[in-house]
């Protein structure tokens, strides 16, 4: 026997020879394939499943886009109303204004329009309506602030388009700024002495009305005397910003009310009490339960319409998942497992039986699992802030699906399987859990035209036992979470 | 057609270039899933489903590797999930006392694979699948461990065991010779 020899004999009596062998000989070993196999998978892989993989892959980007251009309409969308926002803000307070002057010195005005228009310096008025070509933001302010002269016209004028105030503009645009400053300063002068309805803080302001005068102004310092605030800045004493109250979000309590959906989702964690009905004899039996069983983080998820009042007042319904986990562990230290097997030739016939004797730990791991689907309806309250929504909301969810999977020690101290679908089943769990009691505080930011990203850290209660009349404890369960989603405004 | 003309047209859905797929590889990854499998209707079951599950992930196929590898893994992930598919809950059993059995295992290289397929089948089935995962497709225990959710000792114990359940097979089949 040469070196060589005895080296393979080593290396073949080594634990991975055999490993090897199985390796080299079934390790590219091709079976004969029988001939329908094809067939069956191209059967099986139906023209509708190749079609949706396609689009699965391909699609992908189509979606991507459309993901991008919605979240463009509803980002952009939101600017472009925020914009027509503002606008109709200014001209909102324009209104406001011209109200004001229209209630208190309607008649002065008149006259004083009447009295003072054709008195208007010619000279200004040619010089500034070069400016007006060359400035459409003059033109604009200019419109703007003639409402006051006109007020007398805008009192018949018939709204069209989005606001009152758009039309005014267009009605009064020929109008030159001199005018309109000559007959805002004379206006002014004359219906309120100390300008006591306007709040100007008392400082000199770039458009103080009352300091202005026609025979001031030059082609630069129209410019400066007209530019930004304007009449925007008037606002009223002891009223709101009517910027602010014809914000959407702020509309007080008139207005129809809003849909929304809401999907929500987010990890649980539920808290489990075992309590003996007998105490004398379920009372060791549920610590033994509670030693060999653990809580794990659960999960919940809830697609929900949400109709919203104006007055803040919200209803929502819809269907609710929750899902309990838990684990069960058993471990036994000194085994002894005996496995017997049928030892079989090449041919498959049973040649003998070969029994193990087995001795050493075991360890038993199951993860159990509730799963219920819920009808929620609950009540809530809103309180908005521009784009912040927070919310106070309690209901009850009712329960419609439950199933369970897993196992536990039965009272006899041996593991059972009480899922749904066993067989056979240790029947210990209700078929529903009933009625639980939901609280919750929803957070929402507005990030698009019709979107908002949710918070909402929620608690739940279950009323009743999740165990049925004959088991020896009552299972009972409460739950606190962190949705997480998005709403979305139907209408 | 060449293996990358392959793996597009059968991303395209191409009937042609997956038929060809099939025709290369269906008999090896059949013997592939015998070795998981406790018969041959099982392992035709198992066959015909990691095809579809090739055909239908394909496109997740990355070109740095083998293609035949990557569809041997499918095959064997496959073949996982369908041992793990009826039990939710995983029962083990440690080994600390057992002892190997000596038997020669040149004795297995006189075999033809037709045989040494049946004596792998013929093993318990947690013991067949980390053998196979072990000897044939050379995962590492604590990989093992992790794919079939059991602990690194218990899948030295198992191939231990596998090991000498083949070797006494092989002297039966002796003994009766």
Known sequence: MNVLHLFKIIQMKTPNSTDKIFREKLGEYASEVPAGMWDAIDNQRSGKQRTMLWWQRKGKWVALIILVLGAGYLVLGDEEAAHGARHTAHGDTVQVENAAIMDESAEVENDAIEGNENKSSSQSKNNNQNQDKNNPFLTEKAATTNIIKNSKDLKNTTPIKQTPFVKSANIINENTPTDIISNIDKTLAETSEDNSILNINNKPTPFDLTNLQTNELSENNLLSTLEIPALSELTLKGKSDPCYAFNPYDSGKKGPPRLYIDVLAGPDYAHRTLTAKDADLGGGYATIRDSTETSRLGFSSTVRLSIVLANGIALRSGIAYAQINEKLDLFDGTTTGIETYEIKDVNGNVIGVQTDTVIGTRIKTTYNRFQMVDIPVILGYEVRDRNWTVSLNGGAFFNVLFKKKGEFLSPNLAPVNFSSNATPQYEAYEKTVGMSLFGSVGVNYKVGNRLHLMAEPHFRYYMDSFTNANYPLQQNYWAVGMNLGIRVQLF | ?177
């Open chain 2, 1 to 177: 057609m060449t293996e990358q003309e392959l793996v597009k047209g059968c991303i395209n859905e191409n009937r042609t270039a997956q038929q060809e797929v099939f025709r290369l590889y269906a008999g090896k990854m059949l013997t592939v899933c015998r070795r998981y499998a406790r018969h041959n209707s099982e392992a035709q079951d198992l066959c015909q489903e990691g095809f579809i599950r090739v055909f239908n992930k394909i496109h997740t196929f990355k070109a740095t590797g083998s293609f035949e590898g990557w569809i041997r893994r499918v095959m064997v992930n496959v073949a996982l999930k369908n041992y793990q598919r009826s039990s939710f809950q995983k029962e083990q059993i440690g080994l600390e006392g057992y002892q190997e059995g000596a038997a020669d295992p040149t004795v297995f290289s006189h075999l033809h694979e037709e045989e040494l397929l049946k004596l792998v089948a013929a093993l318990p089935e947690g013991y067949r699948v980390v053998f196979n995962l072990y000897a044939i497709e050379g995962y590492s225990h604590a990989e093992i461990a992790k794919l079939m959710g059991i602990g690194e000792s218990t899948s030295r114990s198992q191939l231990v065991k596998a090991r000498k359940m083949l070797q006494g097979m092989v002297r039966e089949l002796q003994n009766v010779a």
